[in-house]
């Protein structure tokens, strides 16, 4: 499975960001996916999880109540709506598979977050003040 980020950009706080990844490979619809940040300096941390049939969903606290996850498998898509976006929410922005389940993945340490099956290339998300 191959991963791209897409939808990245700068925003004011308070805006709205919507980001796209695009898979590729026949057995994408058998990962959970989910999508993690890593801002300068700091070590990567989860954001949000789906799972593979798309019928569960996990946010970290942070970002509760102003991200939702979501995936078309027929589309090999995940997306991550960000809304109210804040300073801290500046990040590069992965989406990530792996063969477990979105509860999982929202459990991952940094040290596990860098053993996932399939990571793909970051979209950076600037929030200015």
């Known amino acids: 499975v191959q991963l791209q980020a897409s939808g990245g950009g700068e925003v004011q706080a308070g805006g709205s960001l919507r980001l796209n990844c695009q898979a590729s490979g026949r057995t994408f619809s058998q990962y959970a996916v989910g999508w993690f940040r890593q801002a300068p300096g700091k070590e990567p941390e989860f954001v949000a999880s789906t799972s593979w049939l798309g019928s569960s969903a996990e946010y970290a606290d942070s970002v509760k109540g102003r991200f939702t996850i979501s995936r078309d498998n027929a589309k090999n898509t995940v997306q991550l709506e960000m809304n109210s976006l804040r300073p801290e929410d500046t990040a590069v922005y992965h989406c990530?598979?792996?063969?477990?389940?979105?509860?999982?993945?929202?459990?991952?340490?940094?040290?596990?977050?860098?053993?996932?099956?399939?990571w793909g290339k970051g979209t950076q998300v600037t929030v200015s003040s």
């Open positions: 990530a598979a792996d063969g477990t389940t979105a509860q999982d993945m929202a459990t991952y340490t940094p040290e596990r977050i860098r053993k996932i099956d399939y």
